[in-house]
């Protein structure tokens, strides 16, 4: 009896080791495993997404939101059906194209992409198919609801090569620190169900919007320039074109516009040379719509005055090898300055340069903003570089005064007649007028860079350049009561060493009304075909978009 | 002695009484959150839908286009120019 007594405590003793093993097992050598198993099942990890910030016209209407779109994936390994009759199913929603079949027969895969960028309509239909080991992604996509227009201004969101959202070129790439925002993510228990469990851990990173953009630019206005444009190019035979609006009070860019653009919701099927903004990116000669600027620094210096009459007006002007002509070989002997400007004289603005000289034309020039950037704020802002200030040959000074053999962009050029549209100062121009975050509103004030001319002499440029309208050559164009300041400007384009005989950019800039300029606007044509003149290509479009400003804004004629 | 045990099976069933009562709120609890959030989700999905629907149908070239269906047309330009067009045809 008592042995029997010893095997069965020796049996459980046995039993009770192995319970005790077992225990170890399970709580210490697979306690890792176990509780990684266990977490997963009550613990849930959620990323919170954030939403990329919207940009608004400044009437608050939203250029660009965000809309949720889906993305279809399939599970190779759940799928019921043949990859065939899915490809068949799908057809329909995916423009016709057919899923690559291959990946499907791969049965190791648990992720295949098949159709993405469709809406909640399409996904109902999808999911009324009622097929098996289908899935469904949702994220936001950009939405333009006024599709391109202002495109080259905006930018584009696309991939930063490692599966995250960027901005490029435009507010899109300048902003996109300020418009991404943070992505947050969700640390919490749940139930069988799913349910989060309140009295368990929670802890959570909010996720931080990105912030909103309220811009300067007037849509309307934004939409009657580019149907202008798109109209005066066809009309006139152009390559390129572009329209720049500012408020020469302050900087702010009302209107941006250009031809050819490209749809920024499908940029990755357009020639990426699109993607890049002509008013700030590109750099042109611009030719007699210079002259303003180099009569404005001689007035300013006082080595000449409007009624001064040109000494050297009666023919062409010899400098070294090169012989400068006026555009139509006419000359007037008893030109004052407002008669050069009036009649574009190449001759008389190589007298003012002269008068100025080359260490103060580069000053001024410096002055007006030239040879360096606008900082304007819009990704892709170049500035082609002014010739060192001991560089300047009598030829180079001479070429500049009639802006050839210059370089500027179209912003640098709208920036300093600005300067003479407000009376002498040089304001930084800006797209973005407030920049909304977490409900705190950042009003971004304007920027004044430098007073280069006074206001006398802004006065005395100004009548220069309403005569200029009223008499010069595209007077035929222009709108009648209003008074306007502009000039006009062919310019050659440089190509290998010399200029392309045949091909011009035309421009037009002026300021409206002239006495209290409500905006300064810059056109340009690349290569017009049915005449290569400013006065008849450029100037009239300036005066329709001109005479559509005036209605659209209630500007009554002055006389 | 029976007392004592009766009094410990008391606090045993108050004890589980009072877990099973919380447990419950706390379901209770997480359900709203949860059909709360849900909510949540919806309003924004449908907020956001409206916000696309009313920026698409304001937009300009909506605009136009509905005018254009309509029967408007651009306005003549009434204050344009005398057209001189000696001037242009001399350049």
Known sequence: MAKRIKWLSFLFFLGFLAVV??????????????????????????????????????????????RPVFLLYANPQKLKISPKELAEKLELFNENKKPDLGTFLDKTLLWVPL?????????????????????????????????????????????????????????????????????????????????????????????????????????????????????????????QGSVVI??????????????????????YLFDPELYRNPVISSSFEPGSIFKVIVMAIGLENGVVKPNDICPSCRGPKTIADYTIKTWNEKYY?????TDIIVHSDNVGMVYVGEKIGASRFYEFLEKFGFGKKTNIDLQG??????????????????????????????????TAVSVIANGGTLYQPQVVKKIFEDNRSITIDPIKKSRPISGKTAKEITTMMVQAVERGEAKWARPEGYKIAGKTGTAQIPIAGHYDPEKTIVSFIGFAPADDPKFVML???????????????????WFEIANDIFRLWGIPPSY | MKKFMKKIVLLIIITLMGQ????????????????LEKETSALKRANQELELKIASQISCSTIARKAAEVGFIPIV???????DFSVALRR
């Open chain 1, 523 to 541: 056109v340009t044509l690349a290569e017009p075909k049915t005449s290569p003149w400013g006065s008849e290509t450029a100037a009239p479009l």
């Open chain 2, 77 to 83: 330009d009434t204050n344009q120019t005398k057209v």
């Open chain 1, 333 to 337: 002997p008893d030109s004052s300055m």
């Open chain 1, 246 to 267: 500012a408020n020469p009070q302050n900087g702010a860019i009302l209107a941006m516009a250009s031809f050819p653009n490209y749809d920024q919701s499908q940029y």
């Open chain 1, 115 to 239: 159709i993405k960028d469709f809406g909640e309509e399409t996904k109902k239909k999808i999911e009324d198919l009622n097929v098996e080991g289908l899935g469904f992604e949702e994220y936001q996509k950009r939405f333009y609801p006024e599709s391109s227009l202002s495109a080259q201004l905006l930018g584009f969101v696309g991939d930063d090569g490692q599966g995250q959202e960027k901005g490029f070129f435009g507010l899109e790439g300048y902003y996109d620190n300020e418009l991404r925002g943070k992505p947050g993510w969700r640390f919490f228990q749940q139930d069988a169900l799913g349910r989060p469990m309140p009295i368990a851990e929670e802890t959570e990173e909010k996720s931080v919007a990105g912030s909103n953009l309220f811009l300067n630019l007037d849509r309307s206005l934004q939409f009657l320039v580019e149907g202008r444009l798109k109209k005066g190019m066809a009309k006139y035979g152009a390559l």
């Open chain 1, 381 to 414: 802002e170049i500035s082609p570089g002014l010739r060192g200030r001991k560089e300047w040959r009598e030829i180079d000074l001479a070429t500049a005064s009639f802006g050839q053999g210059i370089a500027v962009t179209p912003i640098q050029m709208l």
């Open chain 2, 20 to 35: 099973f009562l919380l447990a419950s709120k706390t379901v209770v609890y997480g359900d709203s959150v949860s059909i």
């Open chain 1, 21 to 66: 093993a077992k225990l170890f097992f399970w709580q210490v050598w697979e306690r890792k495993h176990l509780n990684t198993l266990a977490a997963r099942q009550y613990s849930v990890s959620l990323d919170v997404p954030t939403e990329r910030g919207k940009i608004f016209d400044q009437d608050n209407f939203p250029l660009v939101l965000n």
